[in-house]
């Protein structure tokens, strides 16, 4: 069966990600984030901003979003991020939308 029509070519649905870090994690479909060493939020991605709710998540350390059983995980997890060549998995509860949620982070420097 053949489609009635193609996709138009410049829907901005099917639009390739813009050339940067920021615009390749829209592009990832998931909640990410961009994050100084210290864990200061550079950039959330559209995704990450709706389930977080109305306050902006840039300037916040993620730490401060994880409940504080959570907190010392996630810290050590952004250190070893630092100094590790591969990426470092961490399962956390951050307040999202109001309630507790787990998550499971994969944390990696990028050069």
């Known amino acids: ?7 138009a070519p410049n829907d901005p649905r099917h639009a ?8 390749y994690m829209e592009a990832v479909g998931d909640v990410a984030l961009r994050l100084d060493p210290s864990g200061l939020i550079q ?3 559209e995704r990450a901003q709706r ?14 979003l994880a409940l504080d059983a959570d907190q010392a995980a996630l810290r050590n997890a ?13 399962e956390v509860r951050l307040r999202c939308g109001g309630k507790d949620t ?3 982070l ?3 420097a990028l050069p």
């Open 43 to 45: 950039y959330a991605s």
């Open 102 to 104: 787990w998550f499971e």
């Open 51 to 64: 389930a977080f709710g109305t306050q902006p998540l840039a300037g916040t350390v993620l730490t401060t």
């Open 106 to 108: 994969r944390i990696a």
């Open 1 to 7: 069966m053949r489609a009635s029509s193609p996709a």
């Open 16 to 23: 390739a990600p813009a050339a940067s870090p920021d615009g």
């Open 78 to 90: 952004l250190l070893d991020a630092g100094t590790a060549g591969d990426p470092v998995l961490v």
